[in-house]
């Protein structure tokens, strides 16, 4: 199995890929969970989120612009994207700045290696009523593969 995360002068560095490879990301620095979300869309897309900010902590790499965006609405404040190839889901991304200037981002940690990212401890988020973070479980990503 190839590695996909490599060192840096400023640390660690996970990286994912879609399905085909056409599309991917870089995640660079210690990630500190991943957030496990119960709202509409997360259950469905079952994915299991790492955030920083676009072009920060988090690189996309879509060399042959294969990435293509889903956005739930009016008022959405932010986009899922896709691979247009494979349909994997790659992140989620704000679609403006916040009040640093920075535009949020998500990653789908479950296009990355599995023993790359299985100590992850996990955070559930109640995406569906409250808003809120849940306490936490003990679980890490592993626990939840299958």
Not at 38 to 64: K, S
Not at 104 to 127: K, M, T, W, Y
Request: with cysteine; aromatic share 10%; proline share 6%.
């Amino acid at each position: 199995m190839p590695d996909h995360s490599s060192s840096t002068e400023a640390g660690r560095v996970v990286r994912g890929r879609c399905l085909c490879g056409s599309v991917g990301w870089s995640f660079a620095g210690d990630i500190p969970d991943a957030t496990i979300c119960n709202c509409t869309a997360c259950r469905r897309y079952g994915v299991l989120w790492a955030y920083d900010f676009d072009g920060y902590g988090i690189h996309i790499d879509d060399p042959e612009e294969k990435l293509t965006a889903y956005t739930r609405g009016p008022g959405s404040p932010l986009s899922f994207n896709f691979c247009r190839t494979c349909g994997n889901l790659v992140s989620w991304r704000g679609l403006g700045p916040g009040e640093d200037g920075r535009i949020r981002i998500a990653v789908n940690l479950r296009l990355a290696e599995p023993d790359e990212v299985a100590d992850i401890p996990l955070q559930r988020f109640d995406g569906l009523h409250s808003f809120d973070d849940l306490p936490r479980d003990g679980r890490r990503i592993e626990d939840v593969w299958f």
